[in-house]
């Protein structure tokens, strides 16, 4: 079956160290996102990509870092910069420029040691 | 830039009965869409249902449904004949139709379902 793969499902960072979260998609998409989610807050964007060697930023972009070398990967990076880390993250992926995000995945918790 | 508002941050409904979940936005556009997303416990965000906003006509997906006042900025969610599978947090969402494909989300409403 088609899907998303996030791994891993619950990570820690210790201070001043980078994450990556790692983001998978098998439904040959284009579009590809990074949600962030707080307690009791909606999703915000953190980046999104169209296109392979593409992404733009979000809404809340500081401290964050992707890559889009393939069309299935889309892995997001926490870096020291980010201050408040902690927060589910959620990855998405769309058929085409112009769809809302159709599939998402389970989700990874990041947490600070 | 758009917002949109879920003023329900609870609500409670009786295995059976219908409820329905509000959800204001803002926005100065006349081309955009609406959505609601459901996230059970998995976490998983599954897409409930979609409006285009140049349509008039109510969107509906089996028990789900929607009342979508344009003038109003008003997009609220009708859940009929609930079920205990219906518990899960809910968002109303809004893209613009000019923006590519960012979604901007409400804050949630988390349902209970009762037997």
């Known amino acids: 079956d088609g899907g998303i793969t996030q791994s891993p499902k619950y990570l820690f960072r210790k201070e001043g160290q980078n994450v990556t979260l790692s983001c998978e998609q098998n439904?040959?998409?284009?579009?590809m996102y990074w949600y962030r989610q707080d307690p009791g807050q909606g999703l915000r964007l953190i980046y999104y990509?169209?296109?392979?060697?593409?992404?733009q930023k979000g809404d809340i972009a500081e401290g964050y870092s992707v890559s889009r070398e393939k069309k299935e990967s889309f892995p997001l990076t926490v870096t020291s910069a980010q201050k408040n880390p902690t927060a589910f993250y959620l990855c998405?992926?769309?058929?085409?420029?112009?769809?809302?995000?159709?599939?998402f995945g389970d989700g990874t918790r990041l947490s600070i040691l | 830039a758009q917002t949109v508002t879920q003023s329900q941050p609870e609500m409670s409904v009786q295995e059976a009965e219908t409820v329905t979940l509000s959800c204001t936005y803002d926005?100065?556009?006349?081309?955009?869409?609406l959505f609601w997303y459901k996230q059970p416990p998995s976490r998983q965000m599954i897409l409930v249902i979609r409006q285009e906003a140049y349509k008039q006509q109510n969107a509906t997906e089996n028990r789900f449904s929607v009342n979508f006042q344009k003038a109003a900025k008003s997009f609220s969610l009708k859940i009929s004949d609930s079920q205990l599978g219906d518990a899960a947090m809910y968002f109303c969402?809004?893209?613009?139709?000019?923006?590519?494909?960012?979604?901007?989300f409400g804050g949630g409403t988390r349902l209970m379902v009762k037997p």
């Open positions: 969402a809004y893209r613009s139709g000019n923006a590519g494909n960012m979604l901007t």
């Open positions: 926005t100065s556009e006349s081309d955009y869409y």
């Open positions: 990509s169209q296109i392979v060697n593409d992404f």
């Open positions: 439904l040959n998409h284009d579009a």
């Open positions: 998405a992926s769309s058929d085409r420029v112009g769809n809302q995000p159709q599939h």
